[in-house]
C-alpha cells in the first residue's frame, strides 16, 4: 500500500464523528483580504497577506497571560523530524500544518485528533540546501495548497487530503526545491523556487488555483524572458546591462522565500537570493565598476510585482555587488505611519533595517539592527550601501596561488542579521519586532564554475558568535527612527517567527524550547512553556467559542545546524522533535 492511499485511510479510520469538515466553507478571496482582521480562523500565511503577523484580539492580555495553559499537542511521528518552521491554519474547526519531507496534516482544533495526513512521494537526488523543511500553506475554494521538496506545488482537498492538481514549478535535479507557503491572490496560486546555491534561476509563478495551469512566469534574474498565458511577455531587465558575459545565465536570486501582498496598491512584493556563485570577483561585483555594471539585478532585490501579468513595477536592491550571501528575501511587511504615509519595512540579511514607499517601493530609511556591520559603513541618501571594500574576501585570481582569496572576518554571518524567521509588526505600538542574530563569519573566496546540480558557491566560511552571553536577539524597532525601544537576549541563535496581539503582547519560541510572552512596551517575560524542543515555528493565534487559542509547532532544526560552524557546535546538545502545541485562555481565567 503506497503512502498516499495509507494517508487517506488513516484519515477514514481518525476522523472522529461529526467532525467539522462536514460544514467546510469554500475559502473566498473576500476571506482571505479580510484575514488580518477575523478572529476566527487563520487562512494564509502571515496572518493577513500583509505579513503583520498582529492579532486583533484582546481577550489574552498582559495580566492574564499567566493562565495560558496547554490543551493538546500533535505529534507529526514516525522518524521524519528535522526541522519544522511551519504555520498552523485554522478553518472551520480544523487546523492543517505542513512538516519536514514534504508532509501535510489535518487535525481536529478542538481534540488535536489527526483528520488525515498526506505524504509527497519524493524521489531520491533532491537537494534542499538548508534542511528538509516546510513553512506552511494556503487555503482558497475547497483546497490546501503547499509545495513540496521536489518543486513541485500541490492541491489537495481540505476535507478529505485527495490530489486535485500536482503540477512541477521547475527540476530538482539542477537543484530547484521550494519550501515557502503559497500565496494566494484573485484565484491566483503565487509561487517562488529555492536553490540558490545551485545556480539555478529564481523566478514567480502563477497558476490558476482551479486547474494549476500557467498563467504567468516572472524570472528576476536580467535577460530571462517573462510568460503571459503560454506565451513569451517581456524579458526581465536588459541584457548584460549589471551582468558580465552569460553569468545571467546562471545568475541565482532564488525567490525561496515566497511573498506578501499590498491590496491597496495591488501589488506582489517578491524578494530574491543571493547572485550566483557566492565568489563577487566573477560576476564583476568584486570592484566598482563604471554604471553599477556590477550589480547583478535583480538578485538580492525586493521587486513589485503585477498580480495580474507578472510584469516588475518597481525593484529596490539592497546589497547591490553583493559577496556575502545575503539574500534580499526577507519578508516585506507594509504600515501606515501616524502622519498615514503608506509604507514598509524588511530587515535585512545585511543587517540594516529598511522603510520604503509602498506606492514606489522608494527608499525612505535604513539603520543597523545588529551590532558591529563591517561589510559598509552605512547607507547613502539613495538607499545604496557605502561599502568597506576591505570587508569584502579578496580575489583568488590575486591570490600567490590562484586557489584561495584573502580571508576577511565579516559581521553579520551569511545566515544574516535575521535569516527568514518572520518578524511582527504591532498595530497596538507601531513597533516591529525582530527575530535577530549577533554572529559573525570568516569568509574567502574560491575558483568555481557551474556544473549542473552541483553546488556553485565559490567560497568557504565558518561561522563564529559575537558575544559570549548571546547570538539570539529580538529587537523592538521604532521604523520611524530605527531606535531599538528594548531588547531580549537569547544563548542560542532565534530561528523561529514572531506574534503581536492587541491584548500587548509578543510571542516567540527558542531553540532551548522555549515558548514565550512578553510584554510589547517593556519586553518584559510574561507567561513561558517548555515544548521540549527547540522552535523554529510560527505561531498563530484565534478564537472559538469566546475562548482565545495559540499554537506553536516545536522541532529544532533548519539552517543552523547544517551549516553554523562554530556556532552549530555551540548547540549540538538539542533535541531534534516534531510536535504541535495548542494552548488556550479557559473563559474563567480570562479576568483574572
Excluded at 566598482?288 to 507578472?310: C, F, H, M, Q, W
Excluded at 510574561?526 to 515555528?537: A, D, E, H, M, P
Excluded at 533548519?558 to 551549516?563: I, K, M, R, S, T
Aim: aromatic share 12%; proline share 5%; glycine share 14%.
Amino acid at each position: 500500500m503506497n503512502r498516499f492511499i495509507l494517508a487517506v485511510v488513516t484519515a477514514l479510520v481518525l476522523a472522529p464523528a461529526g467532525f467539522a469538515p462536514a460544514g467546510f466553507a469554500g475559502v473566498t478571496e473576500e476571506d482571505i483580504a479580510n484575514d488580518a482582521t477575523t478572529t476566527g480562523d487563520v487562512v494564509s500565511n502571515g496572518m493577513g497577506r500583509g505579513l503583520q503577523r498582529f492579532s486583533p484580539l484582546t481577550t489574552l492580555n498582559k495580566d492574564n497571560v499567566k493562565n495560558l495553559m496547554p490543551v493538546w499537542a500533535f505529534s507529526l511521528g514516525g522518524e521524519k523530524q528535522r526541522g519544522q518552521e511551519t504555520q498552523p491554519l485554522v478553518r472551520d474547526g480544523v487546523m492543517y500544518i505542513t512538516g519536514s519531507y514534504s508532509r501535510m496534516y489535518a487535525i481536529d482544533m478542538k481534540t488535536g485528533k489527526e483528520i488525515w495526513q498526506y505524504d509527497a512521494r519524493l524521489p531520491e537526488g533532491i537537494l534542499p540546501c538548508c534542511d528538509v523543511v516546510n513553512r506552511g500553506a494556503a487555503l482558497y475554494g475547497d483546497n490546501i495548497y503547499f509545495g513540496t521538496l521536489d518543486a513541485r506545488i500541490v492541491a489537495l482537498n481540505a476535507k478529505t487530503g485527495d490530489v486535485v492538481w500536482n503540477k512541477k514549478i521547475a527540476d530538482y535535479k539542477e537543484g530547484y526545491s521550494y519550501t515557502a507557503a503559497p500565496l494566494i491572490v484573485n484565484g491566483l496560486v503565487i509561487t517562488g523556487n529555492s536553490g540558490g546555491e545551485f545556480g539555478v534561476v529564481g523566478e514567480v509563478q502563477a497558476r490558476d488555483a482551479l486547474t494549476g495551469e500557467t498563467v504567468w512566469t516572472r524570472p528576476v534574474i536580467e535577460g530571462h524572458m517573462g510568460t503571459l498565458n503560454g506565451k513569451e511577455s517581456t524579458m526581465t531587465g536588459t541584457l548584460n546591462a549589471t551582468w558580465p558575459g552569460d553569468m545571467w545565465k546562471t545568475g541565482g536570486g532564488a525567490t525561496w522565500l515566497g511573498g506578501s501582498y499590498d491590496i491597496e496598491t495591488d501589488t506582489l512584493i517578491f524578494g530574491a537570493g543571493n547572485p550566483a556563485p557566492w565568489n563577487s570577483h566573477l560576476r564583476n561585483a568584486g570592484t566598482p565598476v563604471e554604471g553599477n555594471k556590477g550589480d547583478n539585478l535583480y538578485a538580492a532585490s525586493r521587486i513589485g510585482i503585477d498580480p495580474k501579468t507578472g510584469e516588475i513595477k518597481w525593484h529596490f536592491q539592497t546589497t547591490p555587488r553583493e559577496g556575502w550571501d545575503f539574500d534580499g528575501v526577507n519578508e516585506v511587511v507594509g504600515y501606515t505611519d501616524k502622519d498615514g504615509k503608506k509604507l514598509m519595512a524588511t530587515a535585512d540579511r545585511n543587517g540594516f533595517f529598511y522603510v520604503l514607499n509602498r506606492e514606489d517601493g522608494s527608499f525612505v530609511s535604513a539603520k543597523p539592527f545588529v551590532q558591529g556591520i563591517t561589510w559598509a559603513k552605512g547607507i547613502d541618501e539613495t538607499g545604496r550601501p557605502i561599502y568597506n571594500e576591505e570587508g569584502r574576501p579578496g580575489d583568488p585570481a590575486k591570490a600567490a596561488d590562484g586557489d584561495k582569496g584573502e580571508m576577511v572576518f565579516s559581521t553579520p554571518s551569511f545566515l544574516g542579521g535575521k535569516n527568514w524567521m518572520p518578524m511582527a509588526y504591532s498595530q497596538h505600538t507601531g513597533l516591529f519586532y525582530v527575530p535577530s542574530n549577533e554572529w559573525g563569519m570568516d569568509i574567502w573566496n574560491e575558483p568555481v564554475s557551474y556544473k549542473k546540480g552541483a553546488a556553485y558557491l565559490g567560497s568557504g566560511f565558518t561561522i563564529k558568535p559575537n558575544f559570549e552571553d548571546h547570538i539570539g536577539s529580538l529587537k523592538a524597532i521604532d521604523p520611524a527612527t530605527g531606535e531599538w525601544k528594548w531588547e531580549y537576549k537569547n544563548e542560542a541563535p532565534l530561528w523561529g517567527g514572531v506574534m503581536t496581539t492587541a491584548g500587548g503582547l509578543v510571542f516567540f519560541g527558542t531553540p532551548e524550547g522555549e515558548f514565550i510572552a512578553l510584554d510589547d512596551e517593556t519586553g518584559e517575560k510574561l507567561w513561558s512553556f517548555q515544548t521540549g524542543s527547540g522552535i523554529v515555528g510560527q505561531p498563530i493565534t484565534w478564537e472559538s467559542e469566546g475562548e482565545q487559542y495559540v499554537s506553536i509547532i516545536s522541532g529544532w532544526g533548519g539552517a543552523v545546524p547544517l551549516w553554523g560552524g562554530e556556532v552549530a557546535k555551540k548547540v549540538n546538545y538539542l533535541n531534534q522533535g516534531g510536535m504541535l502545541w495548542t494552548f488556550k485562555l479557559p473563559k474563567q481565567l480570562a479576568s483574572n
